[in-house]
């Protein structure tokens, strides 16, 4: 097995059956790029590819921050939609970008399934065009940019308290810089810049304020 990987054990929270899933080990990664769109490329791995824990026994999928958060009706709602048609594979050891594809679509449906929120929405499909980029299939990762957007707009409508606020409101900026509009991503870029947190976030400030000068160029 690759050195980078290790496997854990967990149970599901859906079928309540235990299976093995593949983590990474952060500290040996080399960081060769870090992109403004957030995404950071290494050495010989794409950590992000292993995020979506998938139980290999009835489909269920989710991000490994919220894969345990699941109401009764949710569980429901996966049994009979996807468990019902679902055949066992496995999902655990290194992923292809096809491989970490099929686990980020399967946890977009299940979101979709069990109601998560907008943020998980965004993240999930930006890393879906992640993937795209990889795969050098640029529709494909301009409709999920758009669709990411789109879910960060919505996450920021409805607000609540929330401490990665400046990220989001950064985020927005980027994805209307990629997706070339300009004056969209001059506007949230100036919400970053001048927001009331930018003390604590220096880095995404920066980020803003090198975006904000690249596009007045
Ligand atoms: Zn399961």
């Known amino acids: 097995m690759n050195t980078f990987l290790y496997d854990v054990k967990t149970k599901c929270p859906v079928c309540g059956r235990e299976f093995t899933y593949t983590k990474v080990r952060m500290s040996h990664l080399k ?33 490994s921050d919220v894969f345990n958060n699941i109401s009764d009706e949710g569980k429901k709602e996966i049994l009979s939609k996807i468990t019902t048609n679902w055949t066992k594979r496995k999902f655990s050891g290194k992923r292809t970008p096809q491989k970490a594809l099929e686990s980020y679509l399967l946890s977009l449906y299940c979101s979709q399934l069990k109601n998560d929120k907008d943020i998980i929405f965004a993240k999930t ?10 795969l050098n299939d640029s529709s494909n990762e301009n409709r999920y940019l758009k669709i990411s957007l789109d879910m960060y707009k ?17 985020m927005i900026g980027e994805l209307n810089k990629i997706l070339g509009y300009r004056d969209e991503a001059l506007k949230w870029f100036n919400k970053v810049i001048n927001h009331p947190d930018r003390k604590n976030h220096s880095l995404i400030v920066n980020y803003a304020k090198d975006e904000w000068q690249s596009l007045k160029i």
């Open 125 to 134: 499909c930006l890393r879906i065009a992640w993937i795209y980029n990889i």
């Open 31 to 63: 960081v060769l790029e870090r992109r403004k769109d957030l995404y950071t490329k290494y050495d010989g791995i794409e950590p992000f590819f292993y995020d979506p824990i998938v139980c290999p026994n009835c489909g269920y999928a989710a991000l």
């Open 154 to 170: 919505k996450a920021y409508e409805g607000f609540e308290a929330y401490d990665g606020e400046i990220q989001l409101i950064y």
